[in-house]
């Protein structure tokens, strides 16, 4: 049995809490609210997050970050990209000792265009982190507390951590692989979520199969030409951490960045979007951070391009799908492997 916190009570954090604590472990939860960490300690629901659900009566949770780090020797870190850097800055006021850490969020700093396990080891001192693995793949919250097949990859260059992580998380219902290519696992998290606007863009427009076909087919070849470009490995990106999230991401209800997209295609503008989702939508922010990675790589990323001017140069999602269609004309393997 390990002794595992989890920082970060959203949907996909008390998911994970979850999971761990039907594998037997000593798993707390930490909130930033008071009245979130009440209601899962006390009453076993997390209803604004996971609706109808009973978590584990195993399973604590806490708003004292000082006790949720002295709790654990593993962390596991599942809160807001935008959030990593004030999240380990509060550990470093308590935290004295190593641990392993697991990274599950997925986005890419704007401004740094830093991946999240970089943020991390910037934030943190080495002293403190025994290893950082990342777990990341085609996996929903509502499904996993469900206890529905779910399988995902633990990512590190060591694959002793990365076999922690596997056996610390894996049961009858939730799988997990290792995969040592770091990079590409957290480009693909990060960059199908842009691609997954995009693709609700186009059904809320009223476009059928055939366009988002494309779309999740070309979307992914973006992804691979930046993330090669900036040290993945190719085969990355048609596993679990590449094509499985991008195709549940972009298909599927429970994805927010699906639905915000979708919204985004009605005409709706970002700001209201937003406001009516109430919780955060990854991909917003790491369509900047695409925009700038495009700039900084030398790479072509049409998609996330005309997903970029319509969150924030004001243009229509059809005008945005209308330049997709009219671009110069190309050869297909040339485009994927040349941009």
């Not at 265009?113 to 934030?123: C, D, F, K, Q, V």
């Amino acid at each position: 049995m390990e002794k595992v916190t989890v920082l970060g009570a959203g949907s996909w954090g008390t998911a994970l809490a979850t999971v761990l604590a039907d594998n037997g472990h000593d798993t707390l939860i930490w909130s930033h609210r008071e009245d979130q960490a009440t209601e899962i300690h006390e009453h076993h629901t997390n209803a604004k997050y996971l609706k109808d659900v009973t978590l584990p009566a195993n399973l604590h949770a806490t708003a004292n970050m000082a006790q949720a780090i002295e709790h654990a020797s593993i962390v596991v870190m599942a809160v807001p990209t935008k959030g990593i850097r004030e999240t380990c800055q509060k550990m470093m006021q308590t935290l004295d000792k190593p641990v392993l850490f697991v990274h599950v969020s997925k986005g890419i700093e704007p401004g740094s265009l830093l991946r999240i396990s970089e943020i991390m080891r910037e934030e943190l001192p080495a002293s403190v982190i025994e290893d950082l693995v990342v777990l990341s793949g085609p996996s929903h919250a509502e499904e996993v507390v469900k206890q529905h097949p779910t399988t995902v990859a633990a990512s590190c260059e060591s694959l002793v951590a990365a076999e922690r992580v596997q056996d610390l998380f894996m049961n009858q219902y939730f799988r997990v692989y290792t995969n040592p290519d770091v990079i590409g696992v957290e480009v693909g998290g990060a960059l199908k979520n842009v691609i997954a606007l995009a693709a609700g863009a186009v059904d809320g427009i009223g476009y059928g199969d055939n366009a988002k076909a494309a779309l999740i087919t070309r979307g992914l070849a973006e992804i691979s030409r930046l993330g090669v470009k900036m040290g993945a490995k190719p085969l990355t990106f048609m596993g679990l951490t590449g094509m499985g999230d991008l195709i549940v991401t972009c298909t599927s209800v429970h994805s927010r960045n699906y639905r915000a997209g979708f919204m985004l295609g009605e005409g709706k503008k970002l700001e209201q979007v937003l406001d009516e989702m109430g919780m955060v939508v990854e991909g917003v922010r790491t369509a900047k951070a695409a925009h700038q990675l495009a700039e900084k790589y030398d790479v072509a990323l049409p998609i996330s391009a005309a997903l970029y001017s319509v969150l924030f140069e004001d243009k229509t999602p059809l005008d945005a799908v209308d330049d997709l269609m009219l671009r110069m004309k190309k050869r297909e393997m040339d485009e994927i492997y040349n941009n």
